[in-house]
Nanobody
Framework: QVQLVESGGGLVQAGGSLRLSCAASGRTFSSLVMAWFRQAPGKGREFVATINRSGANTYYADSVQGRFTISRANAKDTVYLQMNSLKPEDTAVYYC????????????????WGQGTQVSVST
């Protein structure tokens, strides 16, 4: 069983930045493909970004490409999401997810999920 705990959410003005962290436990972190998703009020869960086991490969949703950066520190069992140039439409609960399977940019499912952290962007 893998436990994922997100942190770093909060309230920020449009144009600002936040860095989310997700700490994993319960399994060798470097064996996990990691991703971030988000869910805005009244909407479904949306893919944001994914990263392979080594950190060498990443893939982003078009809506965040060029503004968000996913990275990982395997020695710290942690994946990050650096969010710059934030917009009000980025307001959502952000979830960390992990997969035991192979890295795939459009992976349809993940095995483990965190509880989420709220990001709110004001105008």
């Amino acid at each position: 069983q893998v436990q994922l705990v997100e942190s770093g959410g909060g309230l920020v003005q449009a144009g600002g930045s936040l860095r989310l962290s997700c700490a994993a436990s319960g399994r060798t972190f470097s064996s996990l493909v990691m991703a971030w998703f988000r869910q805005a009020p009244g909407k479904g869960r949306e893919f944001v970004a994914t990263i392979n086991r080594s950190g060498a490969n990443t893939y982003y949703a078009d809506s965040v490409q060029g503004r968000f950066t996913i990275s990982r520190a395997n020695a710290k069992d942690t994946v990050y999401l650096q969010m710059n140039s934030l917009k009000p439409e980025d307001t959502a609960v952000y979830y960390c997810a992990a997969s035991l399977g192979e890295y795939a940019p459009r992976r349809p499912s993940y095995d483990y999920w965190g509880q989420g952290t709220q990001v709110s962007v004001s105008t």
